[in-house]
T-cell receptor, first 113, second 112 residues
């Protein structure tokens, strides 16, 4: 079975631009979460979606938004990029209930110049 | 607000040593705790998941313990190898399926 897949793996954007990151969860997983990891720090929670509804939002500005599609894949959108948005963006999928834990993808490395 | 702390921030040991990584959390009302491994620039690989009702979990040379009442978990690595070199992260979840709160990780280097 395929794991959690994220695309693209790397991208470089200019300040002020918009970016869309994509994630496909493990087959059978209906929950997708997004995390931002700045170099040298632990991941910080951004969003969680389950059955296409937002189930949690971290302390991030409104420039960050996300959605989940009927096939449970998800997009993370970031508008008006800042240099401080440069980070590794991680997607995690889970069954949602049952305490089975999370499986993470390999991440998207975003560099804002 | 849950806070997770990992000590030490970095650790360098010779090959073959047994070692312990520590994780503490401020709010003991957790549902489970998960240990992850992260290689440089890569995603997270799940190592062990401990439910709040459990005391420990084992996988190969890894053993994780949980003392929920004192807000502590340890990851024990036996007979360390250079391939164990990575950053180890612990994360807690307050309820089933909810967000993870991570520590900042312990960067482990195992020298041949």
């Amino acid at each position: 079975d395929a794991g959690v897949t994220q695309s693209p793996t790397h991208l470089i954007k200019t300040r002020g631009q918009h970016v869309t990151l994509r994630c496909s969860p493990i087959s059978g997983h209906k929950s997708v979460s997004w995390y931002q990891q700045v170099l040298g720090q632990g991941p910080q929670f951004i969003f969680q979606y389950y059955e296409k509804e937002e189930r949690g939002r971290g302390n991030f500005p409104d420039r960050f938004s996300a959605r989940q599609f009927p096939n449970y894949s998800s997009e993370l959108n970031v508008n008006a990029l800042l240099l401080g948005d440069s980070a590794l963006y991680l997607c995690a999928s889970s069954v949602y209930r049952g305490g089975y834990g999370y499986t993470f993808g390999s991440g998207t490395r975003l560099t804002v110049v | 607000k849950q806070e997770v702390t990992q000590i030490p921030a970095a650790l360098s040991v010779p090959e073959g040593e047994n070692l312990v990584l520590n994780c503490s959390f401020t709010d003991s009302a957790i549902y489970n705790l998960q240990w992850f491994r992260q290689d440089p620039g890569k995603g997270l690989t799940s190592l062990l998941l401990i439910q709040s009702s459990q005391r420990e979990q084992t996988s190969g040379r890894l053993n994780a313990s949980l003392d929920k009442s004192s807000g502590r978990s340890t990851l024990y690595i036996a007979a360390s190898q250079p391939g164990d070199s990575a950053t180890y992260l612990c994360a807690v979840s307050p309820t089933s399926g909810s967000r993870l709160t991570f520590g900042e990780g312990t960067q482990l280097t195992v020298n041949p």
